[in-house]
């Protein structure tokens, strides 16, 4: 039976490593998936503002490629890239690269789908007064959708921590490694049983939070 102290240093540093992976590919992944979001509604030739069906069709397909690719094919595939980037293939940090990846193709789907959820007559309002399709865009649509892209945020950090886990298994460090190396690798039933604990109330813990924000902002309208 492993000491507690070394189980406490064990856990907390993959749990770090974990937060660190999944925050940095969150922020990462909302970077590359937000203006492909809002230009996936935006384009639409059907209910878009700025009706555009060749870049529609384009981003339609790069985003369904991406998103039909395993994680764990596509982090092998982006090896290279993590490389160039990083200088290395493994550890946390070489890991938020095709994290952000895998998770913006499914970011972008979000915002896209939370962005026409939007009351058209609110943003023939704001066209008839004059607004620009920027400020449509800032203004109106994103405001709007908020409470439906906090669900989606929620929904992608929960994902994101599913991807973690796996990427654990190919040395990308966190509590899906600590799992792997410690707990099935070397038959330390305690240490696998405590990954998942955390695991399982990370996400229970984001999921909360997640819930009460898009509940305040739907009260707020």
Known sequence: MMSFNT???????????????????????????LPVGVLLCITNPETGIWSRPVVNQLLTRIVNILRS????????????????????????????????IAAAPFVARVIESALREVDPGVVQAARSMGSSLFQIIVKVLIPEALPSLVDGVTLTL??????????????????????LRYGYQRSRTEVMVVSVVIILVLVEVIQVIGSRISTRLVARR
């Not at 189980?7 to 998936?33: E, K, N, P, Y």
């Not at 094919?73 to 990083?86: D, K, N, V």
């Not at 929960?158 to 799992?179: E, K, R, T, W």
Request: hydrophobic share 60%.
């Open 7 to 33: 189980l406490f240093s064990l856990v907390s540093d993959a749990t770090l490593q974990t937060l660190i992976m999944v925050f940095f590919s969150m922020l990462f992944s909302i970077m590359l998936g």
């Open 158 to 179: 929960i994902n994101l921590i599913g991807y973690s886990a796996m990427a654990g298994a190919i040395g990308g460090g966190g509590l899906g490694d600590l799992a």
């Open 69 to 100: 690719f395993p994680f764990i094919i596509l982090m092998m595939l982006l090896f290279p890239l993590s490389r160039i980037l990083i200088g290395t293939t493994i550890g946390t940090a070489a890991t938020i690269v095709p994290l952000s």
